[in-house]
């Protein structure tokens, strides 16, 4: 029996895994000025490394993107394992470094936050496209979805990098066949991009106000 339930674990893909934990994600706002509002930073850390196994399995075209989730990541997770409690609220960890006046410093946590959800911007946007056009070039569908989430955040030397990682951007099959399960019909695929899509947008959304409240929204990179 637990041979089996372990096989079944075993065979789901990293977007029936999204799926799963961001379904349990409840966010909590406050209902004075004595409260903050409660964001779980826990399944926004899975749901990245979920991204970099995608990018793993995709190959080395994505390896300065995900580089640059997985250091992002690293940062948030060296924090909270200091104070599980504390900084389970990725909130809190906006309060702390606004008070230490370290939250717009490049290398801040606040700021590891910040671009992990662009970067999870970015993908919803791009899973969503996908979804509505399966059949359109995947080169075309990352750089329409770039622009519109990431681009005008980005300096000119992002932006010089992207192009160049636009060119090497893979296939469809290879894309579908990284996030899909093995003989998954595109319907089924598709379904669970949709999914997806609701759990995540209106918590990518709350994040996002969080972010404007502590006036980190316009920082750009290089």
């Known amino acids: 029996m637990k041979r089996k339930r372990y096989e079944m674990e075993k065979k789901k893909t990293e977007l029936q895994t999204a799926i799963e934990e961001l379904s349990l994600v409840t966010i909590t706002k ?49 924090l909270y394992e200091t104070d599980h409690c504390g900084y389970s609220n990725l909130v809190e960890i906006l309060n702390k470094e606004r008070n230490e006046g370290t939250h717009k410093m490049v290398t801040s946590c606040s700021r590891a936050l910040l671009w992990l959800t662009r970067t999870m911007d970015f993908s919803v946007a791009l899973l969503r496209l996908l979804s509505k056009e399966m059949s359109s070039k995947m080169e075309e569908l990352v750089e329409e979805c770039y622009m519109a989430t990431l681009k005008p955040h980005h300096g000119w030397i992002a932006s010089a990098a992207f192009k160049v990682c636009l060119k ?8 579908m066949d990284a996030i899909g399960a093995r003989d998954q019909s595109y319907e089924t695929l598709r379904e669970e991009i949709d999914t997806l899509s609701s759990l995540l947008t209106p918590i990518l959304k709350e994040i996002s106000i969080v972010l404007e409240q502590y006036g980190l929204n316009r920082l750009k990179s290089m």
């Open 168 to 175: 090497i951007v893979p296939d469809n099959k290879t894309f």
């Open 30 to 78: 406050p209902v004075d000025n004595t409260e903050t509002t409660h964001i779980p930073l826990r399944p926004l850390l899975s749901f990245c490394n979920l991204i970099i196994q995608v990018l793993d399995r995709i190959g080395p075209t994505m390896a300065v993107l995900r580089q640059d989730i997985d250091q992002n990541i690293q940062r948030l997770e060296k």
